[in-house]
T-cell receptor, first 116, second 116 residues
Framework: AQSVTQLDSQVPVFEEAPVELRCNYS??????LFWYVQYPNQGLQLLLK??????LVKGINGFEAEFNKSQTSFHLRKPSVHISDTAEYFC??????????????FGQGTILTVHP | ETGVTQTPRHLVMGMTNKKSLKCEQH?????MYWYKQSAKKPLELMFV???????ENNSVPSRFSPECPNSSHLFLHLHTLQPEDSALYLC???????????????FGPGTRLTVT
């Protein structure tokens, strides 16, 4: 079984400041890792993903995340946030292969609030 | 229409009503999913359809009944719901059996369901 823990339920930050949203996972097999963002009254949008290769992955809107296998972490970072980044962010994990369809396990979400 | 669409966006129903949620994907995907998003809880995977065949049913009560008539459409039929079923119901789709891209799920905006 897999699990995902997002260590902060809420993260307030000022505009143009850097931000890190933390995600840890547990799994007994190789994993794929994802970050999704949900803006108010909308569905989830994929920000970035780690499938294999370089452990530093870049996504949309200036976000990046680093896969750390030894620490089983996949923290999301942005060097300078904007008001428009205010949203809820979800970390998700999936077994790397083994099924004929995608199955994601999500964390509980982190609400990022960017203040002017 | 592009991406994944869901109708209605909002639904209020009594416990004795019968209603249906509709999801349509315009991405040429072969797998479709229903999720329940409740406040303060991680996304819960309810059902998965792969090539129009139900491949996963995560112990969902029988008052929720999914239907997938073709690879582009997914329904969730609701009857005799309980107030605790009030939530945001999200539909998603993904590509078929091609490794990492399989797990990139594209979400609709959701249907906000209130059971009175």
């Amino acid at each position: 079984a897999q699990s995902v823990t997002q260590l902060d339920s809420q993260v307030p930050v000022f505009e143009e400041a850097p931000v890190e949203l933390r995600c840890n996972y547990s799994s007994s097999v190789s994993v794929y890792l994802f970050w999704y963002v949900q803006y108010p009254n909308q569905g989830l949008q994929l920000l970035l993903k780690y499938l294999s290769g370089s452990t530093l992955v870049k996504g949309i809107n200036g976000f990046e995340a680093e896969f750390n296998k030894s620490q089983t972490s996949f923290h999301l970072r942005k060097p300078s946030v904007h008001i428009s980044d205010t949203a809820e962010y979800f970390c998700a994990v999936s077994n790397a292969g083994g099924t004929s369809y995608g199955k994601l396990t999500f964390g509980q979400g982190t609400i990022l609030t960017v203040h002017p | 229409e592009t991406g994944v669409t869901q109708t209605p966006r909002h639904l209020v129903m009594g416990m004795t009503n019968k209603k249906s949620l509709k999801c349509e994907q315009h991405l040429g995907h072969n797998a479709m999913y229903w999720y329940k998003q409740s406040a303060k809880k991680p996304l819960e995977l309810m059902f998965v359809y792969s090539l129009e065949e139900r491949v996963e049913n995560n112990s969902v009560p029988s008052r929720f009944s999914p239907e997938c008539p073709n690879s582009s459409h997914l329904f969730l039929h609701l009857h005799t719901l309980q107030p605790e079923d009030s939530a945001l119901y999200l539909c998603a789709s993904s590509q078929d059996f091609s490794g990492g891209s399989l797990y990139e799920q594209y979400f609709g905006p959701g249907t906000r369901l209130t059971v009175t």
